[in-house]
């Protein structure tokens, strides 16, 4: 009689584990755009792909094996011809910006949106947080993944004041908001200087704002590890 009731009980808790930890992951997107401002350049190969460079170097991760991440920039003083490796990322200048150019990029032959933004309009954190609303609603009306990133740290730069941390603090709450509707990357955790908040770590940047290559790795293991948690151990 104890057995059975032994064996019952940690079968009850193994299925209670089970609905309480997995969580179904949609398909793997084929195409996304990615939809940055400078923040998202990666000095290594010199592109704008930022930590999707990394997503596929863990060769148990195989998520997004098939998927092509092509940054969005319509400016064409600023283009080398060759995708992904302009200046910077000027469709997504600031949020403002990069909502006006979003008809091109809905026509473009994308299955998902990958959104870097908000640095460069945390003057006016309301309106930009109702930007990336706009957005993101946009994709997601043409049934795309969304993938917002938060704000990461930048105080140090020289254009940084406590004005723009509370707008900075703002837009980060609204994505962070956005958790059940969208999938929500919060990089600052990752590359925040736990020493000196509202800092990024040394090694992760060379100007107290743009993020070094060694800044896009470790987002995109942080991102493998939370995608690798949901899937409960299946076959990413």
Known sequence: MHRAILV???????????????????????SVAVLGDSRIFDPTPKNFAGFA??????ATFKYFRNTTFTSEDSDPRT???????????????TTA?????????????HDAMLIHL???????????????AAIAEAAHAKSWQVYIVTVGPWRGYPTWTQLYQDGTDGINRWIRDQGVRYSVIDVQPVVEDREHLQYLRSDYTWDKLHYTSIAHSAIA??????????????DL
């Open 221 to 234: 293991a942080d991102w493998i590890s939370h995608i690798k948690t949901k899937g409960c151990g299946w």
């Open 53 to 58: 460079n990394y997503l596929n170097q863990d």
């Open 118 to 132: 908000g640095v460069n309009s945390t003057g006016d954190p309301i309106g930009a947080s109702r930007d990336l």
């Open 97 to 109: 910006y990069a909502l006006r150019n979003l008809p091109r990029v809905l026509a473009g032959p």
């Open 8 to 30: 019952l009980t940690i079968a009850c808790c193994s299925c209670n584990s089970v609905k309480h930890e997995c969580n179904p992951l949609p398909p793997a997107p084929h």
């Open 79 to 93: 283009s080398t011809r060759t995708p992904g490796s302009d200046i910077y990322s000027s469709v997504g200048n």
